[in-house]
């Protein structure tokens, strides 16, 4: 038999494709079935936030910030909040820092159980999906309840939060909480052992640790590589360090890992909302800063552990009331650069390409800004 | 190590090419040459004390009257983290890439060719990726960009 003639060819997987969460291009090269490179092409969703936000006011930038990271905005409110407040060196009340640590990790819930789903979906299992965002209604309930809105919520403010909680958000906060507490080992109870969901996931797309960090990937990607490296222990702001809590990891690296690390912290987050709602204090819930507010001249990187990772800021001041820069760095923005790197030359499917992109959880607004 | 310890340990150290800045307002920030970027970052990234081995972030800066490029590292073993920066004039924006460093730079130098117009040498993959591929309009992240039809609203 003669040389059977093989050649690879180029596979475009996006900009609109249903796995994908976003607007994102993925450009295969093929060997047959088989994956021989990928190239992330992205921007399809660039709004130009940090350009934006250097011709508004620092209360302006707020609303920007949720659409930056719009699954997790609660996040990226405190992010700003938090920069800002350590570049003019403003006290946030007690109670504030509660009601903010609360917001925070039930957000983190609601984005993790968003994986769960889409995770479970985009392998093919559809009730996992609809179990996820039924108990994520729960927390947006209680969000759009406090501040009004469900997905981009503009709650935070500089010294503080807009305002306080209703009157009966800490009961209907532990009901829903003891709801969600009660349907993980539904969650895990319909995965774990099934053999489709662990052929898809286990040893596929294997991370080692020190090539993840260093091409800068961290949150639960990195911690299911056994980097136990969390922002809310290794530098804690606003008041984490009060908290009792485990740092969730893993050690094969693999989607299967990443799986298992997110929907323990989901646990933990619980654990976190209930001490917060136990100490919740009485008190002020805003400091009031100036109608006409500058921050002193400086420059400061802050950063918060997001529900993908490391989620920073940089922020220029020149003393003016806007800023002179705005430099926004999400964890999905490495982690996509960082998705080549695992899927070269280890002849994946596109079936498995889907896998490794789900558990890595990457949202493109984040990644374009 | 503390802040304190830290600023005074990377002041201390490295034949003084890190100089401090008085402009970090909660991490260190230092200042350093354009031409020791490649030997500060990998001095920092092997020092046995510091051991910075992730890069946050880096990006460029338009002050109005120079540019600068910032670079923000920190170590998941040390805990420790802290900033370096340098400037550029418009007329001679070089940088070295320090990809070999830490890898997961490749985008943030892209970014800041793209944005800012900072050519990056030794980059290998300098392609337009947030702007349009056919994106002829400039470096929109200059302060003295000017959208095109963009209206400015009168100050208050």
């Not at chain 1, 899927?343 to 789900?358: E, Q, S």
Request: glycine share 8%; aromatic share 10%; with cysteine.
């Amino acid at each position: 038999m003669g040389d059977l003639r093989t050649e690879e060819f180029v596979v475009n997987m996006g900009p609109v494709h249903p796995s994908t969460h976003g607007v994102c291009r993925l450009m295969l090269t093929m060997n047959g079935e088989q994956i021989v490179d990928a190239e992330p092409v992205i921007g399809y969703l660039h709004r130009a936030i940090e350009k934006i936000c250097e011709n508004r006011t620092y209360p302006q930038c707020i609303p920007m910030m949720d659409r930056f990271e719009y699954v997790t905005a609660m996040s990226t409110n405190e992010l700003f909040c938090l920069a800002t407040e350590r570049l003019a060196e403003v006290e946030v009340p007690e109670r504030a820092e509660y009601i903010r640590v609360i917001m925070l990790e039930l957000n983190r819930i609601a984005s993790h159980l968003i994986f769960y789903g889409t995770t479970a979906m985009d392998c093919g299992a559809l009730t996992p999906f609809l179990w996820g965002l039924r108990e994520r209604e729960l927390i947006i309930d209680l969000f759009e309840e406090t501040c009004g809105q469900r997905l981009t919520y503009n709650y935070f403010r500089i010294g503080g939060v807009a305002n306080d909680l209703p009157i009966d958000f800490v009961p209907k906060c532990r009901s829903a909480l003891d709801v969600i507490e009660g349907k993980m080992s539904d969650y895990t109870g319909i995965l774990n052992n099934n053999p489709i969901w662990l052929a898809r996931l286990k040893g596929i797309g294997t991370a080692e640790a020190d090539h993840a960090l260093a091409w800068g990937v961290t949150g639960p990607v990195l911690r299911a590589c056994g980097v136990a490296h969390d922002l809310r222990k290794d530098d804690p702001y606003s008041i984490y360090d009060r908290f009792d809590f485990e740092v969730p990891i893993a050690q094969e690296g693999d989607c299967y890992a990443r799986y298992l690390v997110r929907l323990e912290e989901i646990r933990q987050s619980i654990k976190i909302v209930r001490q917060a709602l136990d100490g919740l204090p009485e008190g002020e819930t805003r400091t009031k800063i100036k109608a006409n507010f500058k921050p002193p001249a400086g420059e400061i990187y802050t950063r918060i552990e997001n529900s993908r990772g490391e989620m920073g800021i940089y922020i220029q001041s020149n003393g003016d009331k806007k800023p002179l820069r705005v430099k926004l760095r999400g964890g999905s923005y490495n982690q996509l650069q960082f998705l080549p790197e695992i899927v070269r030359g280890k002849g994946y499917l596109i079936a498995d390409l889907v896998a490794i992109f789900a558990t890595f959880d990457v949202i493109l607004p984040e990644v374009d800004r | 190590m503390t802040k304190e310890e830290l600023t005074a340990y990377v002041g201390g150290h490295f034949d003084g090419k890190l100089k401090l800045l008085d402009t970090g307002r909660y991490d260190p920030m230092f200042e350093i040459q354009p031409g020791d970027l490649l030997d500060v970052a990998r001095a920092l990234r092997d020092d046995s004390r510091l051991q910075f081995d992730y890069l946050c972030s880096m990006g460029g800066v338009d002050t109005g009257e120079h540019l600068e490029v910032v670079y923000s590292i920190a170590s998941s073993k040390t805990k420790s983290r802290l900033d370096f920066k340098f400037s550029l004039p418009y007329d001679k924006a070089e940088i070295d890439s320090i990809q070999e460093v830490w890898p997961g730079i490749n985008w943030y130098e892209r970014e800041a060719w793209e944005l800012y117009g900072i050519n990056v040498r030794n980059h290998g993959n300098l392609k337009r990726f947030l702007l349009p591929d056919d994106w002829d309009q400039g470096h929109p992240m200059l302060k003295n960009w000017d959208a095109p039809d963009f209206i400015r609203m009168p100050e208050r």
